[in-house]
């Protein structure tokens, strides 16, 4: 009857983690603002319930050029790294994001994506899911230009988010590399142009334009920064530059250098240390009236 009990005792251990596994759901509603049906991945933590009183922490997710919202999940294991670090404890039970953005970086300048997420992304989150609305308990991150996004995010709206994590991020100072998306993409063009990559329109966007009022604002932005030693597109020199510029300033980060390429076994190996980090300083779930 050994192999009984084995199969039993297997089962068990299998169904108690089936019981801590968060889910995975598709979402989508019409943009206003960008003028067609915009969807989105959302991971919800174990025993969330949609007519409980708890409210959570929320994660906005980021993705790459040209990648969508599937990618943190099935390239990612996002969920499986959420569950395991909300089962151990290491971050609270929370609320992950994952938008399409296609190529457009971020900002509004393709297709007004950094106003659409703002004005309208993230009241639709705080409308159907229960998140909690405030800064101490709303982080975000992303990978490559979707880190290039989640920085912009929070050096111009510091007051909207506790931290931010930057997997390696494509934040190339004062120029893209020739072999970059971003002067593939048709973002950072001239208005009217050829469609060029303007590197007159890529500094008024990049992180630097952003930097002095940033600092004015005198808020505390922890920051997590990563790079592959072997990235393609030299990111970990601005990796390095970036982590300099915010410790000079007594601005809160942390970086990683780790082995490889600019590719999913640097994303993925370094998606946990990432978000312990992010989620040091935010709010637990808290009980709330259901509105």
Do not use: C
């Not at 409980?52 to 997710?61: E, I, M």
């Not at 099935?74 to 992950?96: F, M, Q, V, Y």
């Amino acid at each position: 009857m050994l192999w009984l009990r084995t199969w039993l005792l297997a089962l068990l251990a299998s169904a108690a983690a089936w019981a801590q596994a968060g889910t995975l759901e598709g979402a989508e509603f019409k943009s206003a603002l960008l003028g067609r049906t915009w969807a989105f991945n959302v991971y919800l933590p174990t025993g969330y319930d949609p007519n409980g009183l708890l409210r959570y922490p929320v994660l906005y997710l980021l993705h790459g050029n040209g990648a969508d919202r599937n990618e943190w999940s099935t390239r990612g294991r996002i969920r499986r790294t959420a569950d395991a670090l909300i089962e151990s404890g290491e971050i609270p039970p929370a609320i992950i994001v994952m938008p399409d953005a296609g190529t457009s970086w971020y900002v509004d300048l393709k297709e007004p994506m950094e106003s659409a997420f703002f004005l309208e992304l993230i009241p639709v989150i705080e409308k159907n899911y229960r998140v909690l609305n405030t800064r101490d308990a709303r982080v975000v991150g992303g990978l490559s230009m979707g880190a290039y996004g989640a920085l912009r995010f929070v050096l111009k709206y510091p007051e909207k988010f506790q931290a931010a994590a930057l997997l390696s991020p494509a934040v190339y100072t004062p120029e893209p590399p020739e072999n970059s998306s971003a002067r593939t993409a048709r973002v950072f063009t001239l208005q009217g142009g050829d469609g060029s990559f303007s590197p007159e329109v890529w500094k008024s966007y990049n992180y630097p334009s952003l930097w002095d009022a940033f600092l004015r604002k005198g808020i505390k932005v922890p920051m997590y920064i990563n790079s592959g030693d072997d990235d393609e597109f030299f990111i970990e020199a601005h990796a390095v530059a970036l982590y300099e510029l915010l410790r000079r300033n007594r601005q809160p980060a942390e970086l990683r250098i780790v082995n490889g390429r600019h590719e999913w076994a640097v994303w993925e190996s370094t998606a946990a240390d990432a978000l312990r980090y992010v989620f040091q300083g935010v709010r637990r779930p808290q009980a709330s009236p259901t509105p």
